[in-house]
């Protein structure tokens, strides 16, 4: 969870991996000469960027005559939401997305969602579920509140007052926990342990919510533990992980002692992720309404971006299911076997030295950058090269 926004809808793979039929049928021709000409310009990193970017805008999609986006817009009206400048489109690299109708500049408001569009804690409390966890012990974490609150409003189908924002979230995810196990073998070392953590993690929040779904079981002419099963929990989790933004609340009696930071805000979940790009969001006290601004510029009809944060790629993957092309932030793990490889397994202060490393947390997060090695991996290799007169 950051300070700021954090939210993803699509994955993010190079133009050439893109499975945009109509946008190679519709472009497949000037694209070719388009590539040609500016390979010519320049074929360095910058000189990607910019026919990344232009192809882009090229085989952008507009979407907002679809149902779902015009069930989505008429429900977000009735809640106060006003917007004529951001338009739901398909794009080349990054899939849906949002378009913006005019030019921006620095400072300029992308999108200002009001509370009423919200979902977050208080959402689910005033709903039927509410009385059910107040009185649950021990509390459920907010987290789990706003799982139960997908999974059972996805369920209702048309019943459910949100089920304009359940048609357009997506069916499936591709965050590791989602993944076939052969998948996750195949994960570079650092990032297979973290990916195993994470599905590991799911699987004991599904084990430990059991009963409390079982307490549900007044409300649901079905059988709780087919409506609550893993892969709705999974599908849930991924949903709140991936796409929430960061909105701090009171604490509660009726939740656990985690952090109550989460909110899922309808249509503006669609902005994608860039990491060359600056933007300020917060919620608006003033106007009640969640609000972002952009620090950079955006010509009409591109893709507006937001920047989930300074992730490299392997955090990306892991929160959001996703990795940037040409990240600044990228960065390569070394794992603590491949570190002690290149130390003597004869050193007499050798175990003292990775006790010391152990609990202070300097085996795991070293990294190399664009910079060099980090201030961790630094750390740890000055530590092992000391001589036992220096320990």
């Given at each position: 969870m950051f300070s700021s926004v954090h939210i993803n809808t699509s994955v993010s793979f190079p133009v050439e991996d893109c499975?945009?039929?109509?946008?190679?049928?519709?472009?497949?021709?000037?694209?070719?000469?388009?590539?040609?000409i500016n390979m010519k310009k320049s074929r360095g990193r910058t000189g990607r960027k910019r026919r990344r970017k232009h192809l882009r805008s090229l085989c952008a999609v507009n979407c907002?005559?679809?149902?779902?986006?015009?069930?989505?817009?008429?429900?977000?009206?009735?809640?106060?939401?006003?917007?004529?400048?951001?338009?739901p489109a398909e794009f080349l690299g990054t899939g849906r997305g949002l378009m913006t109708t005019k030019a921006l500049q620095a400072g300029d408001l992308i999108i200002s969602?009001?509370?009423k569009c919200l979902l977050t804690t208080g959402t689910v409390l005033s709903s039927c579920l509410g009385e059910y966890i107040m009185k649950?012990?021990?509390?459920?974490?907010?987290?789990?509140?706003?799982?139960?609150?997908?999974i059972a409003e996805k369920h209702v189908g048309e019943k459910s007052p949100w089920k304009p924002y359940i048609d357009v979230l997506?069916?499936?995810?591709?965050?590791?926990?989602?993944?076939?196990?052969?998948?996750?073998t195949l994960l570079p070392e650092p990032?297979?342990?973290?990916?195993?953590e994470q599905r590991m993690m799911v699987h004991e929040l599904y084990v430990s919510s059991k009963a409390f779904f079982s307490s549900l079981q007044p409300l649901f002419a079905e059988n709780t533990e087919t409506i609550f099963n893993y892969s709705a929990l999974e599908w849930a989790w991924c949903t709140i992980n991936t796409r929430t933004i960061y909105m701090k609340h009171s604490q509660r009696e009726c939740f656990s002692l985690e952090p109550d930071v989460y909110a899922l805000a309808p249509y503006l979940d669609l902005l994608n992720h860039s990491p060359n790009v600056q933007v300020k969001a917060a919620f608006n006290e003033q106007t009640r309404s969640y609000e972002i601004r952009t620090n950079s510029q955006c010509k009409r009809y591109e893709e507006v971006f937001i920047c989930y944060g300074p992730h490299d790629n392997q955090r990306l993957l892991l929160e959001y299911g996703f990795v940037a092309v040409d990240n600044p932030h990228s960065s390569v793990y070394v794992s603590s076997d491949t570190l002690l490889k290149y130390f003597s397994p004869l050193d007499?202060?050798?175990?003292?030295?990775?006790?010391?490393?152990?609990?202070?947390?300097?085996?795991?997060?070293?990294?190399?950058?664009?910079?060099?090695?980090?201030?961790r991996l630094l750390t740890a290799l000055k530590l092992l090269s000391l001589g036992a007169d220096e320990l």
């Open positions: 499975g945009c039929a109509l946008a190679k049928v519709m472009f497949g021709g000037c694209l070719k000469k388009v590539k040609s907002s005559h679809k149902l779902e986006y015009i069930k989505l817009k008429k429900w977000l009206k009735d809640r106060g939401f006003e917007d004529s400048n951001l338009r969602l009001p509370e649950w012990k021990p509390p459920v974490s907010p987290l789990i509140a706003l799982c139960t609150f997908l997506p069916k499936t995810y591709t965050c590791p926990v989602c993944l076939e196990h052969d998948a996750v990032l297979r342990m973290k990916a195993q007499k202060q050798r175990n003292a030295k990775l006790s010391i490393l152990r609990d202070h947390d300097f085996l795991e997060n070293l990294t190399f950058g664009w910079d060099g090695p980090s201030w």
